[in-house]
């Protein structure tokens, strides 16, 4: 009886939801983004400083602060391609975040990604994810 019951609290079956048996967490890297919500507070107040125009800032706004990471004009253009994930050659709040994320990490001493990693790729900018908005839920009240 009392595997049968660790097996229902693993799965869900038994538990009275009809659903529990199709329940799959989504994977690691879909529900957590590698940048602490603290440094996100950090680069965003940073990010306020280069006046963003329409929520992004142009390569223009953002190389003072970035160059004074005292990185290589090489590094920093990998990081700024790594960054601007939707590749419109602006950074908005989130791909700032990414890549003063990744100047941090450059400047400890750690190589860049030849690509970015998913768990780096802001939530705002994941294909496939859900909507945020409740009203898209079927099953909203």
């Not at 939801?17 to 329940?23: G, Q, R, V, W």
């Amino acid at each position: 009886a009392d595997q049968a019951e660790a097996l229902a609290q693993q799965t869900g079956v038994g538990s009275g939801n009809p659903f529990a048996a199709f329940h799959q967490p989504p994977p690691k890297e879909l529900t957590t983004w590698d940048i602490s919500t603290a440094d996100q507070a950090k680069y965003v107040n940073i990010f306020k400083t280069c006046s963003p125009q329409d929520g992004k800032v142009s390569g223009d706004a953002a190389k003072p602060v970035l160059l004074k990471s005292r990185l290589g004009f090489e590094v920093l253009g990998q990081i700024w391609n790594l960054s601007d994930v939707d590749g419109d050659g602006c950074l908005d709040a989130d791909e700032f975040c990414v890549a003063m994320h990744l100047c941090h990490k450059a400047m400890a001493g750690e190589p860049l990604p030849a690509t970015l990693p998913a768990s780096l790729v802001p939530p705002s900018k994941r294909t496939g994810q859900p909507a945020s908005s409740s009203t898209d839920d079927p099953f909203a009240m």
